[in-house]
């Protein structure tokens, strides 16, 4: 199973919602909370739903447009999306209501937004588009379930273009709640110094980016994605390496071919230990990079990862400050991404330049 | 790779038991699960109809001699009575025999535990065992529970397209099957009560107070239920030798496209839904014997529905019924939970009774079938799910 990614939209706590920018000047913050840069909605939805809408809706539904703007797509076979808390702002306020009221005087709307389809079900009203329409929702697996269901349709020859997202939102609250599990560090860093923190948890982050995958090779496309793989609960690092040795076999690639891995690296020492072993080892002759530091930790980051090889793949470029040390790359052929959210739930990509 | 997708096995846990012989048995008689509130701690107690399943969550622990250390909500809890139930009924003793996977699916996880805590997370001088629900909020969760209590590792994930999905993880995991990246897989849903779904239902004005009344013309709305149901589906080479129940033979997924909570008038989705099915089935509709339908009990769905099924159907309606009056509307449980029954259904040869109808409704052509038929001979099953959000999904089981 392969695909082309023929178009990205993506939202994020660094300014991408501009197409055309990869990455120059990062955007860094001191909070631990790396909060989305959005664009003026208005662009994308009528005021009147612009002001109804949840934050997550409306950055699913602006990411998604300026994708298909940028695939040249009018009408996507199939619209399938990954997120793992759904619309969470939506939630939170209907929870919240009927906590504080007491189950009375409640109006519907957020409760209606809350449904975790509800930016898949607004993009098909938005294009008016009957065709498959699926919502993924398992926490790290979320979107790559997402991607994988793409492939296949594109396998199955029932999909020609299919539009997918991987999208998460943290609010206020929900910072606070996650903080009672210690996910987050407690002491206050640097998003740019993330990699060489000592502690545990890690910094909060969110994102919505969307792709046409296609069947239809282009000299415009981005990438060709080779392969999607999820592990669930490995038993140590050899389970990940017998998984990434099996991608390459399939696609007759070996590991001397990646040119460039991309890690999930969040900074947080426990969870980074399988990262920095394969990075040290088993992939030591790839050079090396990672993106937590730009859009935080959460579930669907994988699509921020896929973001960035579909660009570096494309432009041939690499931004330094994704770098983990200094690589002499002539030209970047093959990408792999490991990503991890908690000790449950790890992925693999690979993709190739078209 | 594999042509075929036969199902081996299933398992079920709603308001009309706690397994396949309590469900076939309260069918038989008649004997909705439709009473009142008890295990949720809701103001609106008293002025709801609710199908609720029977048993407080230490009863469910106990059941399946699950041990107090793990922390489970209720979705996970019926999510694994009703997987467990469908593994053995498959005869699957070795998990590691072949790639097995897990599709579940929720939509709320395990709000029905959080609600009750919310307020003290916000407090950090508060610590405690509700600390540790925190993670179930994440549908996911309640998948990883029901994986681990089965040892399913090889492919893992979980669909919340609102009350259609369950009917799509049994589609993806069929699909899953197909393309050859699994041998076999537990493919349904799990959803418990909880206030918030009750309140959200409330305020949406679509509660029946009273027991539903699917496809009547004085119809008032649904009843929310809880529960689970998985089937194991199995691919040509691990089905070979064991007791096949039938095959899923289509499958067919859409979107209404119309409004976010309502189904178009003209049942558009769903119509292209069952339509789907069929051609992936290459069967035509005058097969099918028996239609488990989605019918909620909701003004716009069962016109919506039942429109669409005349669309399809013709003059020659097979029968329908909507089993909703005995289970209540499990919500992303729902899928699975009619799928069991459609399975059984033939296996069994029986039609189930729409219960409480007694008014045709005046824009549809067909009456629901409303005795309990075990004279039919049940060789293909349409069964449909549709939600929220415009998602509309049909699947179609066919005999061997």
Same mark, same amino acid.
């Given at each position: 199973?392969?695909?082309?990614?023929?178009?990205?939209?993506?939202?994020?706590?660094?300014?991408?919602?501009?197409?055309?920018?990869?990455?120059?000047?990062?955007?860094?913050?001191?909070?631990?909370?790396?909060?989305?840069?959005?664009?003026?909605?208005?662009?994308?939805?009528?005021?009147?739903?612009?002001?109804?809408?949840?934050?997550?809706?409306?950055?699913?539904?602006?990411?998604?447009?300026?994708?298909?703007?940028?695939?040249?797509?009018?009408?996507?076979?199939?619209?399938?999306?990954?997120?793992?808390?759904?619309?969470?702002?939506?939630?939170?306020?209907?929870?919240?209501?009927?906590?504080?009221?007491?189950?009375?005087?409640?109006?519907?709307?957020?409760?209606?937004?809350?449904?975790?389809?509800?930016?898949?079900?607004?993009?098909?009203?938005?294009?008016?588009?009957?065709?498959?329409?699926?919502?993924?929702?398992?926490?790290?697996?979320?979107?790559?379930?997402?991607?994988?269901?793409?492939?296949?349709?594109?396998?199955?020859?029932?999909?020609?273009?299919?539009?997918?997202?991987?999208?998460?939102?943290?609010?206020?609250?929900?910072?606070?709640?996650?903080?009672?599990?210690?996910?987050?560090?407690?002491?206050?860093?640097?998003?740019?110094?993330?990699?060489?923190?000592?502690?545990?948890?890690?910094?909060?982050?969110?994102?919505?980016?969307?792709?046409?995958?296609?069947?239809?090779?282009?000299?415009?496309?981005?990438?060709?994605?080779?392969?999607?793989?999820?592990?669930?609960?490995?038993?140590?690092?050899?389970?990940?390496?017998?998984?990434?040795?099996?991608?390459?076999?399939?696609?007759?690639?070996?590991?001397?071919?990646?040119?460039?891995?991309?890690?999930?690296?969040?900074?947080?020492?426990?969870?980074?230990?399988?990262?920095?072993?394969?990075?040290?080892?088993?992939?030591?002759?790839?050079?090396?990079?990672?993106?937590?530091?730009?859009?935080?930790?959460?579930?669907?980051?994988?699509?921020?990862?896929?973001?960035?090889?579909?660009?570096?793949?494309?432009?041939?470029?690499?931004?330094?400050?994704?770098?983990?040390?200094?690589?002499?790359?002539?030209?970047?052929?093959?990408?792999?991404?490991?990503?991890?959210?908690?000790?449950?739930?790890?992925?693999?990509?690979?993709?190739?330049?078209? | 790779?594999?042509?075929?997708?036969?199902?081996?096995?299933? +398992? %079920?846990?709603? #308001?009309?038991?706690?397994? /396949?012989?309590?469900?076939?048995?309260?069918? &038989?008689?008649? =004997?909705? @699960? $439709?009473?009142?509130?008890?295990?949720?701690?809701?103001?609106?107690?008293?002025?709801?109809?609710?199908?609720?399943?029977?048993?407080?969550?230490?009863?469910?622990?106990?059941?399946?001699?699950?041990?107090?250390?793990?922390?489970?909500?209720?979705?996970?809890?019926? +999510? %694994?009575?009703? #997987?467990?139930?469908?593994? /053995?009924?498959?005869?699957?003793?070795?998990? &590691?025999?072949? =790639?097995? @996977? $897990?599709?579940?699916?929720?939509?709320?996880?395990?709000?029905?535990?959080?609600?009750?805590?919310?307020?003290?997370?916000?407090?950090?001088?508060?610590?405690?065992?509700?600390?540790?629900?925190?993670?179930?909020?994440?549908?996911?969760?309640?998948?990883?529970?029901?994986?681990?209590?089965?040892?399913?590792?090889?492919? /893992?994930?979980?669909?919340?397209?609102?009350?259609?999905?369950?009917?799509?993880? $049994?589609?993806?995991?069929?699909?899953?099957?197909?393309?050859?990246?699994?041998?076999?897989?537990?493919?349904?849903?799990?959803?418990?009560?909880?206030?918030?779904?009750?309140?959200?239902?409330?305020?949406?004005?679509?509660?029946?107070?009273?027991?539903?009344?699917?496809?009547?013309?004085?119809?008032?709305?649904?009843?929310?239920?809880?529960?689970?149901?998985?089937?194991?589906?199995?691919?040509?080479?691990?089905?070979?030798?064991?007791?096949?129940?039938?095959?899923?033979?289509?499958?067919?997924?859409?979107?209404?496209?119309?409004?976010?909570?309502?189904?178009?008038?003209?049942?558009?989705?769903?119509?292209?839904?069952?339509?789907?099915?069929?051609?992936?089935?290459?069967?035509?509709?005058?097969?099918?014997?028996?239609?488990?339908?989605?019918?909620?009990?909701?003004?716009?769905?069962?016109?919506?529905?039942?429109?669409?099924?005349?669309?399809?159907?013709?003059?020659?309606?097979?029968?329908?019924?909507?089993?909703?009056?005995?289970?209540?509307?499990?919500?992303?449980?729902?899928?699975?939970?009619?799928?069991?029954?459609?399975?059984?259904?033939?296996?069994?040869?029986?039609?189930?009774?729409?219960?409480?109808?007694?008014?045709?409704?005046?824009?549809?052509?067909?009456?629901?079938?409303?005795?309990?038929?075990?004279?039919?001979?049940?060789?293909?099953?349409?069964?449909?799910?549709?939600?929220?959000?415009?998602?509309?999904?049909?699947?179609?089981?066919?005999?061997?």
């Amino acid at each position: 199973m392969e695909a082309f990614i023929r178009g990205t939209g993506i939202i994020s706590p660094q300014n991408t919602f501009n197409t055309a920018n990869f990455l120059l000047n990062p955007v860094e913050t001191e909070s631990n909370f790396l909060h989305c840069i959005e664009p003026s909605y208005l662009e994308f939805l009528n005021p009147v739903m612009a002001r109804r809408m949840g934050r997550i809706i409306k950055m699913g539904i602006a990411a998604a447009s300026i994708c298909l703007k940028d695939a040249k797509l009018e009408m996507p076979d199939a619209i399938i999306t990954g997120t793992a808390l759904g619309c969470l702002g939506d939630t939170e306020k209907f929870l919240t209501a009927i906590i504080e009221d007491d189950e009375l005087f409640l109006t519907p709307t957020s409760f209606i937004q809350s449904i975790q389809n509800t930016v898949s079900a607004q993009i098909a009203l938005q294009l008016k588009c009957m065709n498959y329409n699926f919502t993924y929702v398992h926490k790290g697996f979320s979107f790559e379930s997402a991607v994988l269901d793409a492939m296949m349709l594109i396998a199955e020859g029932n999909a020609n273009n299919v539009l997918i997202g991987g999208l998460d939102e943290m609010t206020e609250k929900n910072f606070l709640v996650y903080d009672r599990i210690n996910l987050w560090k407690k002491e206050k860093i640097k998003s740019s110094e993330l990699i060489h923190s000592k502690t545990i948890g890690t910094i909060a982050g969110e994102g919505a980016a969307f792709f046409v995958l296609s069947n239809q090779e282009n000299e415009n496309n981005y990438a060709k994605l080779k392969g999607v793989k999820t592990i669930y609960k490995p038993n140590s690092q050899q389970d990940i390496e017998k998984e990434i040795s099996f991608m390459l076999a399939d696609n007759n690639l070996n590991i001397k071919s990646i040119d460039l891995v991309i890690y999930g690296i969040n900074g947080d020492n426990n969870l980074d230990s399988i990262s920095n072993f394969l990075k040290d080892n088993y992939l030591k002759n790839s050079a090396a990079a990672y993106f937590k530091h730009l859009c935080g930790e959460y579930q669907t980051s994988g699509s921020f990862a896929m973001w960035m090889a579909a660009k570096i793949l494309k432009t041939q470029t690499i931004p330094e400050h994704i770098l983990i040390g200094t690589y002499e790359l002539d030209s970047i052929n093959n990408i792999l991404i490991y990503n991890n959210f908690g000790h449950e739930n790890h992925v693999l990509y690979l993709f190739s330049r078209v | 790779m594999s042509e075929k997708v036969y199902v081996t096995g299933v +398992g %079920i846990i709603s #308001a009309i038991g706690n397994n /396949i012989a309590e469900t076939l048995k309260s069918l &038989k008689d008649q =004997r909705s @699960g $439709i009473g009142n509130l008890s295990y949720v701690n809701s103001r609106h107690k008293d002025q709801l109809s609710v199908g609720e399943v029977k048993n407080s969550n230490e009863q469910l622990m106990q059941l399946k001699g699950l041990q107090k250390g793990r922390k489970q909500t209720r979705t996970s809890l019926l +999510g %694994i009575h009703a #997987a467990r139930e469908a593994l /053995i009924s498959a005869g699957i003793d070795n998990i &590691k025999e072949f =790639r097995t @996977g $897990i599709i579940s699916a929720t939509s709320v996880g395990g709000m029905g535990i959080v609600e009750n805590h919310y307020k003290d997370y916000f407090d950090i001088q508060k610590k405690g065992e509700f600390l540790e629900y925190i993670p179930t909020l994440d549908c996911g969760d309640s998948t990883e529970r029901i994986a681990d209590d089965l040892g399913i590792k090889d492919y /893992i994930s979980t669909i919340s397209t609102a009350c259609s999905s369950s009917a799509n993880s $049994i589609m993806f995991g069929a699909r899953l099957i197909k393309m050859g990246l699994l041998d076999r897989v537990v493919v349904g849903g799990t959803d418990s009560l909880s206030r918030y779904t009750i309140n959200g239902f409330l305020s949406l004005k679509i509660l029946d107070k009273d027991p539903c009344k699917p496809f009547d013309g004085l119809r008032k709305g649904l009843n929310l239920g809880e529960g689970a149901g998985f089937i194991v589906l199995e691919s040509e080479k691990s089905a070979k030798k064991k007791e096949i129940l039938c095959e899923l033979s289509g499958y067919g997924n859409s979107n209404d496209a119309f409004h976010q909570t309502a189904s178009s008038p003209d049942g558009a989705g769903a119509f292209l839904a069952m339509q789907k099915s069929f051609q992936v089935s290459g069967l035509s509709p005058n097969k099918i014997d028996y239609i488990n339908a989605h019918g909620t009990g909701t003004e716009v769905n069962d016109l919506s529905e039942g429109l669409a099924i005349e669309r399809i159907f013709g003059n020659n309606v097979p029968p329908v019924s909507s089993t909703k009056a005995f289970t209540g509307h499990t919500l992303a449980a729902a899928g699975g939970i009619e799928a069991v029954l459609s399975v059984l259904a033939i296996k069994y040869n029986t039609i189930y009774p729409n219960l409480n109808h007694s008014n045709n409704m005046p824009e549809l052509c067909f009456t629901p079938e409303k005795s309990f038929l075990t004279n039919k001979s049940v060789n293909h099953v349409l069964s449909n799910s549709f939600g929220f959000g415009g998602n509309t999904s049909s699947l179609i089981f066919s005999k061997l």
